[in-house]
């Protein structure tokens, strides 16, 4: 199987194939729902992509795709990793919440947007979230104060420590256990994984939401130095920095591995609808690797926001497949309530679309346009339309133009050539960040507008500039 080759042959088995194994799922229980985000994992930094450089090694991710439904085009929404995470957990761009940078995620977004968990709960679902949260620094805004279950994992921006788990990290704070400031030991990856373990083995017998969101590979660079020495010696051209990377691969792997075992173990695998992704691009600091993309976190091009998607429900629908329609992280949550047969939200619509048409093979038709905006203040955006891509990289007045059909590491720029093009893709944008708030940092949403209120920036304005640009550096 060569899994990043079109697949649409493969998708239209027909629905009389697949639409059975979906109608007997619905006839049971309402799956669990597995959403297991990892960060900053490069889009090669996977062996299941052919790309991958010889030192990557991810045999139960690369078993996940196998058994599951391996989506060549999935989309996150952002760059970076808050504004990701929101939009992720509520549905709906998180520019409708004036999330556009990762300054303004880190400080949380407004209770009226309802999450995940919220959704799912009043089906019966217990819920839990594990890892990495930053969406807000104070206990209302932590995932207990959103509507989770259960919660171990720290609240900050960035990433955290991965040895020191009793001492508060000076980025990212200490480690909580359901709203309780806690003091752990052992290493980070490998704790979030146990929490994860242990919640399936004790609820296994209703229903339950798991959102597993690891800090790996996120900085700091830090893995066990035995795990370090063995890449270096397999592989002695390795950079030390590479050979980091790859330890705290190695255990991101295990941990993923872990988790699906427990599931089978538990005997609830064949009734849990589980996805896994990345949060943005692999990051260039950390040396992630994102080929064959263009670019890298923090960046509008594909290697930026293109993330490795896996999607898997036994139960469901059939898996050994490879899907290449676009499909993004909106998509998750509209999924997830059409499989536990939860109405969607009439009063804020999700953005997203359900993918178990696409995954059922009842259509090859989804969601045709997709958009990216960092604010005014930065100029960034994207939007994809189709086979083509409008981008403007954060900073920059130049916009470029890409078919991603014919020129998906987007090496050519067609923009001068297509005036018309640029033109319609531009006008698609403008009318969609017109539905979208203000940034809530009190940016423009437009590069050279006036910030929100017009005039000068007040002194908070400019404390909330700061804050951006701290959160910025804590990204890189």
Request: aromatic fraction near 10%; charged fraction near 20%; hydrophobic fraction near 40%.
């Amino acid at each position: 199987m060569r899994p990043f080759l079109p697949a649409l042959s493969v998708l239209l088995l027909g629905a009389s194939l697949l639409a059975p194994l979906v109608g007997r799922a619905a006839e049971s229980r309402p799956p669990n729902v597995v959403v297991i985000l990892t960060d900053d994992q490069g889009y090669a930094d996977i062996s299941f992509n052919p790309h991958h450089p010889k030192e990557v090694a991810t045999p139960h991710l690369d078993a996940l795709a196998r058994e599951g439904v391996w989506f060549s085009q999935g989309y996150i929404t952002g760059n970076v990793c808050s504004p990701t995470r929101a939009g992720l957990l509520t549905g709906r761009y998180q520019q409708r919440a004036g999330v556009y940078t990762a300054g303004e995620g880190g400080r949380g977004i407004a209770q009226s947007e309802k999450i995940f968990p919220r959704f799912l709960q009043p089906a019966g679902y217990i819920t839990a979230a594990y890892g990495k949260w930053h969406l807000g620094l104070t206990l209302e805004q932590s995932p207990i104060g959103r509507g989770f279950d259960r919660w171990y994992g720290f609240l900050g921006r960035g990433g955290h420590d991965y040895f020191d788990l009793a001492q508060a990290d000076p980025e990212s704070g200490p480690m909580y256990r359901d709203g309780k400031e806690i003091k752990d030991t052992g290493y980070m990856t490998t704790r979030l994984t146990d929490e994860a373990v242990a919640f399936i083995q004790q609820h296994k017998a209703q229903p339950f939401y798991i959102h597993l969101a690891y800090n790996a590979v996120h900085a700091p660079a830090q893995a066990p130095a035995e795990d370090i020495a063995r890449f270096k010696q397999q592989f002695p051209n390795l950079s030390t920095a590479r050979a980091t990377l790859m330890a705290m691969l190695y255990h991101l792997d295990l941990g993923v591995g872990r988790v699906v075992d427990t599931l089978k173990q538990a005997g609830v695998w064949e009734n849990t609808l589980l996805f896994f992704l990345t949060d943005n691009g692999g990051s260039r600091a950390m040396g992630a690797v994102n080929t064959p993309l263009r670019g890298a976190k923090q960046q509008n091009y594909e290697g930026g926001i293109r993330t490795p998607f896996i999607v898997s429900w036994p139960a469901g629908f059939k898996g050994g497949r490879t899907i290449d329609i676009p499909v993004s992280s909106l998509d998750i949550l509209p999924t997830a309530l059409e499989a536990a047969r939860v109405p969607l939200p009439t009063d804020r619509p999700l953005d997203g679309r359900s993918l178990l048409p696409l995954l059922a093979g009842t259509t090859s038709q989804h969601i045709d346009t997709f958009y990216w905006s960092e604010g005014g203040e930065v100029g960034g955006f994207a939007v994809r339309s189709g086979d083509w891509k409008l981008v403007q990289q954060r900073g920059q007045a130049k916009v470029e133009l890409f078919n991603l059909a014919r020129d998906p590491a987007e090496t050519t720029d067609l923009a001068p050539q297509n005036a018309a093009k640029v033109g319609e893709l531009t006008k698609l944008y403008e009318a969609w960040l017109d539905q979208m708030a203000a940034p809530m940092s009190g940016a423009p949403k437009r590069p050279g507008a006036q910030p929100a209120g017009g005039g000068k920036k007040s002194k908070a304005e400019k404390r909330k500039a700061r804050d951006e640009e701290r959160a910025k550096k804590q990204e890189d």
